[in-house]
């Protein structure tokens, strides 16, 4: 286990509960005639499913003492899955973990983080823990509730781990983190809260309500049956928290490694990622109109020049603006065009009402009324694509299959006139991929993941050189030589590692530069 994160909350009547966890699975390493199998399934699978009827049989006790506001998930609900296409890694989300060996971990958590380790004030982060029970990263709030004593209930969000120096090096980013989901169920929870007040005041009530231990009893039995859905208002509130809960996992999980340097370090604004939360990831899919399958598929559409041009884009580090009124088409582009970078390259805005500035997304949609300031469409460093709809295009016709082109055109405009049929290398064999139609499109995605880690090498190999050693220019020009990284496209290729450089995460760069001040120490003594 690398970590294990979880909401849980204080409930009235049955004491501290955990709503709602999500773990990661490692795949384990497959043999060629596993290499094709489906992932749901797999024995693996099934042994978890073996694994969560016995941790839910034994603990039938429990689920039988539960109200609605300490339930998330109904037991015959499967839960959320989600698989990092990069890793293979799984994040399943449901009311307990999956893994039995886990369950007493999570309840231990949850009770210690609303009990006995809190912070004064009893709202705010913590750390506690011990080899035996595992450590813990715990930030505990309060969420408005119109009907609860005090007019707020208790909540806590834990991040469960064994290894105590990764929690504690993560503790920067998942502070962050966790601070801005709290805020947006605060935010929600307390809009709610105000309309509610607004048509029947709860204080008034209860100060001209008649006392009595009868009444007491049964005022408290029946305000601790609202929900968290209920106080926020948010319908797929547990989808968000999964997509939520499974980003800081990944994250973490990654900024906590030695060898994390192709995984995200933290980019996303604060109100990107409260939008992020709020928004319904499976909204995109929902939305009528026809989506772009791939990268052949995208290609296909735009045109071998016009492909080539917004790849190149993509590959140098500019901001691509696509502006269109069609959020899910939008969004499907910009899911087969993150797969060119590293994670930790990607910055992305997916469907916005303004303008974001370079430094907060390199991946931007917007709604097409939005206009595009001039510093941003004189400059050589963004390339904006403008998704026309056609007349002739309607919805019925792409439920019926038609093609986009029949529906949508696409003007690809750019400030920049710098040639891209040079370079750099990496594109060129990207494109050599894709027009090879011998290759399937798995094959094609297996072949893009290894160019990438091809050139993250690359990348780390640069760093380590220029950035930790502190060579000078001739020196790096031969260590690019040795790369591949000169001749044609050369000037391209210099960029890109600089641009794929960014993606390294602190915790990799830290972690060389105290390898190379320790291995000079001894030269020094």
């Given amino acids: 286990m690398n970590a294990l994160v979880a909401l849980c909350h204080f409930c009235e009547l049955h004491g501290p509960r955990t709503l709602f966890c999500t773990e990661a699975l490692h795949p384990p390493s497959p043999t060629p005639s596993q290499a094709g199998a489906p992932i749901p399934g797999d024995r693996e699978s099934d042994r978890e499913g073996d694994g969560l009827t016995m941790r839910a049989n034994s603990s039938a006790t429990q689920r039988g003492d539960m109200c609605e ?4 998930l109904p037991a015959s609900h499967p839960g959320f899955v989600s698989v990092d296409s990069e890793t293979g890694i799984r994040f399943l989300s449901h009311q307990q973990p999956r893994q039995p060996q886990l369950f007493s971990v999570v309840r231990q958590a949850c009770v210690r983080s609303l009990s006995c380790e809190v912070c004064p004030g009893r709202e705010g982060p913590i750390f506690f823990g011990d080899e035996q029970h595992g450590f813990v990263f715990s930030h505990t709030f309060f969420i408005k509730d119109s009907l609860a004593r005090g007019f707020q209930r208790w909540y806590s969000i834990v991040m469960v781990a064994m290894d105590r120096i990764y929690l504690i090096n993560s503790w920067p980013f998942l502070l962050r983190h966790l601070r801005l989901t709290i805020q947006s169920l605060q935010s929600t929870a307390l809009k709610v809260f105000d309309s509610e007040q607004c048509v029947c005041p709860q204080r008034a009530v209860r100060m001209n309500s008649v006392f009595s231990p009868a009444v007491f009893s049964h005022q408290r039995s029946g305000n601790a049956a609202r929900s968290l859905p209920s106080l926020t208002q948010h319908t797929n509130l547990w989808a968000s928290l999964h ?3 499974k980003q800081e996992e990944e994250m973490s999980c990654w900024e906590g490694a030695e060898g994390g340097g192709s995984r995200p370090q933290c980019h996303q604004s604060e109100s990107e990622l409260y939008r992020d939360f709020l928004f319904d990831e499976g ?3 929902g939305y009528p109109g026809p989506k772009f399958r791939s990268l052949r598929h ?9 492909f080539r041009q917004l790849a190149w884009h993509v590959l140098m580090g500019n901001q691509v603006i696509l502006r269109g009124a069609d959020p899910g088409l939008i969004h499907s582009a910009f899911t087969m065009l993150k797969a060119l970078l590293p994670v930790g390259c990607v ?3 997916t469907y916005s009402a303004q303008y974001e500035e370079a430094y907060r997304c390199n991946f931007l949609g917007l709604s097409p009324d939005v206009p595009i300031p001039t510093h941003v469409s004189s400059s050589e460093f963004s390339v904006l694509v403008d998704v026309v709809s056609l007349e002739r295009g309607s919805l019925y016709s792409a439920a019926c299959g038609e093609d986009i082109l029949s529906l949508y055109q696409f003007n690809i405009s750019s400030t920049n006139s710098q040639p891209t049929d040079k370079g750099p290398t990496l594109l060129n064999k990207i494109e050599v991929a894709l027009s090879n139609e011998n290759l399937s499109v798995d094959v094609v995605s297996h072949c ?4 990438k880690e091809e050139w993250m090498n690359k990348v780390k190999v640069l760093f380590k050189f220029s950035k930790v050693d502190g060579r000078g220019r001739e020196d790096t020009q031969k260590v690019l030589a040795l790369l591949g990284a000169t001749g044609p496209g050369e000037e391209d290729n210099v960029r890109l590692l600089k641009f794929w450089m960014t993606g390294l995460s602190k915790t990799y760069k830290s972690h060389l530069m105290t390898a190379v001040r320790g291995g000079e120490r001894p030269l020094s003594q």
């Fill in 69 to 72: 506001g300490c339930r998330s």
């Fill in 243 to 245: 997509s939520s809960f």
């Fill in 283 to 285: 909204k995109a899919e």
């Fill in 347 to 349: 910055r992305s805005v």
């Fill in 448 to 451: 893009l993941l290894c160019l």
């Fill in 298 to 306: 995208l290609r296909q559409v735009l045109g071998t020049t016009d």
